[in-house]
């Protein structure tokens, strides 16, 4: 399994932006598709970006769409998230993790980070 560690998460006014950082050790992380998800107290998580193991095929889902973009340097076992245009419904804790991008889907996956907390206000 890989460890996954976030970092990047902060306070941020709303229309800024954020980069949330993934970092993963062992030598396995180029196999796995990465994925980011967030999470507010009491509601159920939800994914906001995956990426190929490749790097080749990403997903988003509608609401973060065109604000969002993930990426990722399998030189250096790390995942991005670059956050845009944030609003206050984007402030929760996000989620590092590692899987398969079908296992995403269905809110699953290999391993998780333990999370970053990101607050939008003014």
């Known amino acids: 399994q890989v460890q996954l560690v976030e970092s990047g998460g902060g306070l941020v006014h709303p229309g800024g932006s954020l980069r949330l950082s993934c970092a993963a050790s062992?030598?396995?992380?180029?196999?796995?598709?990465m994925g980011w998800f967030r999470q507010a107290p009491g509601k159920e998580r939800e994914f906001v970006a995956g990426?190929?193991?490749?790097?080749?095929?990403?997903y988003y889902p509608d609401s973060v769409k065109g604000r969002f973009t993930i990426s990722r340097d399998n030189a250096k076992n790390t995942s991005y998230l670059q956050m845009n245009s944030l609003k206050a419904d984007d402030a929760d804790i996000y989620y590092c993790?590692?899987?398969?991008?079908?296992?995403?889907?269905?809110?699953?996956?290999?391993?998780w980070g333990q999370g970053t907390q990101v607050t939008v206000s003014s």
């Open positions: 990426i190929s193991a490749n790097g080749l095929s990403t």
């Open positions: 993790a590692a899987g398969e991008m079908l296992e995403f889907r269905g809110t699953r996956a290999h391993s």
């Open positions: 062992g030598r396995t992380f180029s196999i796995y598709a």
